[in-house]
């Protein structure tokens, strides 16, 4: 696939199963995907298909008898997969953060909502102060040692050290006696050390106060859109409508400024109006804070109001990849077509496309296409050999044998070229 300059997060060759009795349940193949800084990538496909187990494997989260076969899973430079608990500690909820499909699974039903905002705001101050000063001690001890290499006697570097330190929280005395030591740091040529040195001390001295969260509590709920939210802090979960709580709970996953955000199905349980104000929240938040967005769903006609890139998966798989406008005006795989001509809209006349059958039985995988046994346009290579992604251009992959130079040509259905149509004809009336 092409490389993109700006990534937030790639995901190389993950597979993970799950331990079913004697068997092994594939749930991810081989995935490899990649999301831009302040993109949105939407992961599409059925119940079943990985989209879920992929996200959860970016933070750690996966069930007790997961089992992380091989991948990677790149972020801020490092290998995800190889994190400690301790480790996700400093990133799950801070730098990224998951909204899930049912806000009351994520609400505590018997702790007002205040609370529930304040507590990860306080908590997650600690976390950050208690591995902040940790981070300070190794620095210290590093910068103590590079200094010493470099000829300064033990006694001054503390000295030095102690007035550098108070200088920093605004001493005037101890700044006049900072410079020496500055200058000894240079000629031992260790200024990133004690620049990362101040940004520990500085992490570390930041306290999250009950009063500090109250306020900030009250701006995220004012910035969801939560009205009266003075009157709102003190209510419980149950006083408020599926649409409000899922502002509450997106309120709480953006409260630590994430750079990515995952969406787990999050408009699934939500009637089509608040959905659709839940996906406008989405695209504000994401846009006013330059996040990046994983948006999990089933429903492909989501997908075109909040995505910049959509993946579609299949049995484990990424079948197709591309920006919206490749996906929807030019599908490539059969699986996407069936998804295309079973999505209804306003102007449908004709009756809806169903896809025939189930998805496979993922403790056995299908040898060739795993969607070869439910389409209509599956060849004989298809039941025995895994197609690869093909490239059909920069933006747009798929996994299909439709697209090897010696297939027969297919035409697209006719369900799926009417959408199209229909597609550009109110995309050129919204035009004039």
């Known amino acids: ?13 993950l597979t993970v199963s799950f331990r079913a009795g004697k068997n ?34 970016v933070l750690g989260i996966e ?20 994190y400690s608990e301790k480790q996700f500690e400093r990133i ?55 200094l010493k290499q470099a000829g300064m006697d033990g006694a001054e570097i503390r000295a030095g050290l102690r007035a550098y330190v108070a200088a920093r929280g605004g001493g005037e005395h101890a700044a006049a006696g900072q410079d020496a030591f500055i200058a000894a740091v240079a000629r031992a040529g260790a200024q990133d050390t004690l620049g990362r040195l101040e940004a520990a001390l500085t992490a570390a001295g930041k306290r999250v106060t009950a009063k500090a969260a109250r306020e900030r509590a009250l701006e995220l709920l004012r910035e969801v859109g939560i009205r009266d939210p003075e009157k709102r802090f003190d209510q419980y979960p149950f006083e408020f409508s599926g649409g409000m709580r899922q502002r509450i709970v997106i309120a709480i996953a953006i409260a630590a400024n994430p750079d990515l955000l995952i969406c787990d199905e999050p408009t699934t349980a939500l009637d089509v109006t608040i959905q659709a104000q ?7 938040l994401k846009k006013s804070r330059g996040m990046s967005v994983i948006f999990i769903t089933h429903d492909l006609g989501v997908v075109a109001n909040v995505a910049d890139r959509v993946a579609v998966m299949y049995a484990g798989k990424v079948v197709e990849v ?8 030019r599908p ?37 296409d795993a969607f070869a046994l439910r389409s209509a346009y599956a060849m004989q290579i298809d039941f025995e050999k895994e197609p690869p992604l093909f490239r059909i251009s920069e933006s747009h992959y798929a996994a299909t ?19 199209i149509r229909r597609m550009r004809e109110r995309e050129e009336a919204g035009n004039e």
């Open 1 to 13: 696939m092409s490389e993109r300059a700006e990534q937030e997060l790639e995901i190389r060759h």
């Open 92 to 146: 799950r909820g801070n730098r990224i953060s998951m909204i899930f499909q049912d806000p009351m699974s994520s609400l505590d039903p018997i702790m007002k909502i205040g609370r529930q905002l304040t507590e990860a705001m306080i908590l997650n101050g600690r976390t950050e102060q208690r591995l902040a000063r940790k981070e300070a001690k190794q620095l210290q001890a590093d910068l103590l040692s590079a």
């Open 63 to 82: 069930a007790p008898n997961a089992v992380i076969e091989g991948g990677e899973i790149l972020y801020g430079g490092d290998d995800l997969l190889k």
């Open 278 to 284: 839940i996906l406008e929240l989405i695209n504000r």
């Open 24 to 57: 092994m349940v594939h749930a991810v193949r081989d995935v490899s995907l990649t999301v831009g800084r302040g993109e949105t990538l939407a992961i599409v496909g059925e119940s079943g298909s990985g989209k879920s187990v992929s996200a959860k494997a």
């Open 401 to 419: 044998w439709l697209l090897h130079p010696s297939a027969p040509h297919v035409e697209l259905p006719k369900a799926v070229t009417e959408r």
């Open 322 to 329: 591309g920006t919206v406008r490749d996906i929807f005006y």
């Open 332 to 368: 490539a795989h059969p699986y996407t077509w069936a998804l295309l001509a079973s999505m209804p809209d306003l102007d449908t006349g004709e009756r809806l496309v169903s896809i025939p059958g189930i998805p496979p039985d993922m403790r056995y995988p299908p040898q060739g």
